[in-house]
């Protein structure tokens, strides 16, 4: 897998957020999305994995990946919508020298900022990582060993993306 583009963006109080990424025909552009309600996917995106990681009486957050392929090359836009204003974040993956995407049910859920046990992956395998927090985080997130690409908006985002291309560790990895 090559990463041919990467996108971050954020809206602190939104029911919807527009993002862009450069895709060659035949990339695959991954969608990483957090929302704190219902999401409304645009036409072409396909669902891979949806799910609460925070809920509380004045929050329910969710993580969310979608895909869809690049039918020609340029600028692909994605606009996503939620169901009621509130923050909204997207990160745009497009990859190049893959055929689909599927999801690796590999979710760890917990609360504060402890450290997360990652499960082992195949050795070899490209994939992308998302992590979602319900707070603004001192700081990035941060992975170890420390060998993936980040995308993420800002010094301390919601919502964070983790890009393995093949060469990262199959097993041991753990975020913070």
Do not use: H
């Given at each position: 897998?090559?990463?041919?583009?990467k996108q971050a963006?954020?809206?602190?109080?939104?029911?919807?957020?527009?993002?862009?990424?450069?895709?060659n025909a035949g990339?695959?552009?991954?969608?990483?999305?957090?929302?704190?309600?219902?999401?409304?996917?645009?036409?072409?995106?396909?669902?891979?994995?949806?799910?609460?990681?925070?809920?509380?009486?004045?929050?329910?957050?969710?993580?969310?990946?979608?895909?869809?392929?690049?039918?020609?090359?340029?600028?692909i836009n994605v606009?996503?919508?939620?169901?009621?204003?509130?923050?909204?974040?997207?990160?745009?993956?497009?990859?190049?020298?893959?055929?689909?995407?599927?999801?690796?049910?590999?979710?760890?859920?917990?609360?504060?900022?402890?450290?997360?046990?990652?499960?082992?992956?195949?050795?070899?395998?490209?994939?992308?990582?998302?992590?979602?927090?319900?707070?603004?985080?001192?700081?990035?997130?941060?992975?170890?060993?420390?060998?993936?690409?980040?995308?993420?908006?800002?010094?301390?985002?919601?919502?964070?993306?983790?890009?393995?291309?093949?060469?990262?560790?199959?097993?041991?990895?753990?975020?913070?």
């Open positions: 897998m090559t990463v041919t583009d963006y954020a809206a602190d109080s939104s029911t919807t957020l527009t993002g862009s990424v450069s895709a990339d695959i552009v991954v969608a990483i999305i957090t929302a704190r309600s219902a999401v409304t996917l645009p036409s072409g995106l396909t669902l891979l994995y949806d799910s609460g990681v925070f809920a509380s009486n004045d929050c329910n957050q969710r993580l969310i990946f979608a895909y869809m392929p690049a039918t020609t090359s340029g600028s606009t996503v919508t939620q169901a009621s204003q509130a923050r909204l974040c997207l990160n745009l993956v497009a990859c190049g020298g893959v055929n689909t995407a599927s999801f690796f049910d590999g979710s760890v859920a917990t609360s504060s900022s402890e450290l997360l046990s990652a499960p082992d992956k195949p050795a070899g395998a490209s994939l992308i990582w998302g992590l979602s927090s319900n707070y603004w985080s001192s700081g990035n997130w941060v992975t170890s060993p420390a060998d993936l690409t980040f995308l993420g908006t800002g010094s301390a985002p919601r919502n964070g993306t983790f890009i393995d291309v093949g060469g990262g560790a199959a097993s041991g990895r753990t975020f913070t």
